[in-house]
């Protein structure tokens, strides 16, 4: 049974609610903050939404990489809109609580999205590899139904990753303060809330992130090693700079995701920081998805003339 004393939980293993700090020790700036993510958000749901949109509707994009580029797009709208709402509901009315089983719903689509970006990210390198040092096998080896069932197994992979962790996490006893120092509950500031010995959890965790998050890094690192090895036997500079172009906007946005979530999650609990990993878990929740679009947009050539070409079938253009 819970007893409940200000914000601290005594003799309970299922705790009511947590409160999310998110950015409290700055109340001058939470409307300024409120308005920026508000501002943010809008970008990631209409950037998002237009690369959907161009690469279902302009035939010249019908093909495996804006395949995956979609999918990508959905991702991280269904991603940002599972921990952004709760985040500006926060910001705008001051009430920093989230129930027990909220917290649990968060976590789960998180984790659940967050580790089918990781073998979408692979998959997309893989793409790419197979386009620049197989060009020949290209449309064998990437077909409708290889690309179909990739999908598929991004999704499916962030799903039982997801359900493992939550459940370690979520059936474990919690006392002490209710209070999760973060925008949305994360696994690392949930175990510090955790009663005894969470050692176990802590090693079933990094290894879940090891298999979820190292293994599709090195499915890219492979797929770019090979990449580059045929970009350097390319004879002509501009031969090698139109090659490297395909697959820049794809490095950017990998680059991204993975230098702030690999320093959060791959880390020992010993070195835990609280307010550090806050911080850079803003690049991979928030500042990515807003400008992947952005990056995908302006670095390539045919998303810029498939919005041309929409914008012209208009009457009065855009």
């Given at each position: 049974?819970?007893?409940k ?10 705790p ?16 300024i ?5 508000l ?11 237009i690369?959907?949109?161009l ?29 952004v ?5 926060n910001?705008l009315?001051g009430?920093k609580?989230?129930?027990f ?6 976590t789960?689509?998180?984790?659940f ?9 692979a998959?997309?390198?893989?793409d790419r ?12 080896l ?13 999704w ?9 962790h939550?459940?370690?996490i979520?059936?474990m006893s919690f006392?002490?303060?209710?209070e999760?120092?973060?925008?949305f ?12 010995d969470?050692s176990?959890t802590e ?29 350097l ?5 501009e031969?090698?700079?139109?090659t490297?172009?395909?697959?820049s ?8 995701f993975?230098?702030?979530a690999?320093?959060i999650?791959?880390k ?9 990993d ?6 991979y ?8 679009p952005?990056?995908y947009?302006?670095r ?5 003339g498939a919005?041309r070409r ?9």
């Open positions: 049974m819970l007893t004393k200000g914000n601290i939980l005594q003799n309970s293993t299922a009511v609610e947590f409160r999310l700090l998110g950015l409290s020790d700055e109340p001058d700036l939470q409307s903050l409120f308005s920026t993510f501002v943010i958000y809008i970008i990631i749901l209409a950037g998002n939404s690369i959907i949109l690469t279902l509707v302009d035939p010249a994009l019908h093909t495996p990489m804006y395949f995956f580029l979609r999918n990508l797009s959905f991702l991280e709208i269904c991603y940002t809109s599972v921990n709402p709760k985040m500006l509901e910001l009315s009430n609580s989230i129930s089983l909220g917290c649990a719903v968060q789960y689509f998180t984790f999205l967050g580790g089918s970006e990781c073998f979408l990210l998959f997309m390198a893989y590899y197979v386009a620049i040092c197989k060009p020949l096998h290209y449309p064998v990437m077909n409708r139904n290889v690309c179909m069932s990739l999908a598929v197994a991004s499916l992979s962030g799903f039982f990753m997801s359900f493992s939550t459940s370690m979520f059936t006392c002490g303060s209710n999760i120092n973060h925008f509950c994360d696994i690392p500031p949930l175990l510090k809330l955790a009663c005894g969470t176990k090693i079933a965790v990094f290894v879940g992130a090891m298999v979820f998050g190292t293994l599709p890094f090195l499915m890219i690192l492979m797929s770019y090693a090979g990449i580059i090895a045929t970009i036997g390319i004879s002509s500079a031969g090698r700079k139109k490297f172009s395909t697959c906007s794809h490095l950017i946005v990998v680059s991204l993975y230098g702030s690999c320093i999650y791959l020992p609990q010993s070195t835990y920081s609280a307010n550090t806050k911080y850079l878990s803003l690049f929740t928030i500042v990515g998805p807003a400008l992947n952005i990056i947009s302006f390539n050539k045919e998303v810029k919005l929409i914008c012209e079938r208009k009457p009065f253009g855009c």
